[in-house]
């Protein structure tokens, strides 16, 4: 079965930095391309950063774009955000999801919790 | 820019009803759409791809259908734990992948 479990999240002043986990189980982890989704408190799910599953090939979202930066250990089948000059806006639960047929996500965590505060 | 609309932004629905949501895409996304259900305080469950194909273990009373712009999903026969927010994305342009503002089910 597939388990995708976040951590790391919390509580950071605006222009922080903090870093995201996710560890993956449950399935061949160099296989597959992987995401970070966001969704802010009470709004809708944001796409905001992919990986493929050798690492090679990364995207963002415009928005957090030369401010975050996804990495992969494939050795310990661990997804990372690091997450610079963080802005309230950024405030929002991060989901990792993996990838799904096409561009859909099959599976996700349940999430961990960002907010960027003073 | 895509733009995914979905359609109403809130559906009352007795349950053992019928659910019909909708979602519109702001330029053809041919058949690579996906639905997904997310309950309060949960994470987001992928049900439907490409458009009409159920991931693993979703009962047969959730369907998917259309392509092009025009898309829908049909929850038949509405139990209790279907009230939930409902997601559609897009992944024909891809990234980002385009997700919808949701159309939440409620109870009626």
């Known amino acids: 079965e597939v388990e995708l479990v976040e951590s790391g999240g919390g509580l950071v002043q605006p222009g922080g930095s903090l870093r995201l986990s996710c560890a993956a189980s449950?399935?061949?982890?160099?296989?597959?391309?992987m995401n970070w989704v966001r969704q802010a408190p009470g709004k809708g799910l944001e796409w905001v950063s992919s990986?493929?599953?050798?690492?090679?090939?990364?995207f963002y979202a415009d928005s957090v774009k030369g401010r975050f930066t996804i990495s992969r250990d494939n050795a310990k089948n661990l997804l990372y955000f690091q997450m610079s000059s963080l802005r309230a806006e950024d405030t929002a639960v991060y989901y990792c999801?993996?990838?799904?047929?096409?561009?859909?996500?099959?599976?996700w965590g349940q999430g961990t919790l960002v907010t960027v505060s003073s | 820019e895509m733009v995914m609309t979905q359609s109403p932004a809130t559906l009352s629905v007795s349950p053992g009803e019928r659910a019909t949501l909708s979602c519109r895409a702001s330029?053809?996304?041919?058949?690579?759409l996906a639905w997904y259900q997310q309950k309060p305080g949960q994470a987001p469950r992928l049900l439907i791809h490409?458009?009409?194909t159920r991931a693993t273990g979703v009962p047969a009373r959730f369907s998917g259908s259309g392509s092009g712009t025009e898309f829908t999903l049909t929850i038949n026969s509405l139990q209790s734990e279907d009230f939930a927010v409902y997601y559609c994305?897009?992944?024909?342009?891809?990234?980002?992948?385009?997700f919808g503002q949701g159309t939440k089910v409620e109870i009626k």
């Open positions: 999801a993996r990838a799904g047929p096409g561009g859909s996500y099959w599976s």
């Open positions: 449950g399935f061949t982890f160099s296989s597959f391309g």
């Open positions: 990986i493929s599953g050798t690492g090679i090939s990364i």
């Open positions: 330029e053809s996304v041919s058949s690579n």
């Open positions: 490409g458009a009409s």
């Open positions: 994305q897009q992944y024909n342009k891809w990234p980002p992948g385009t």
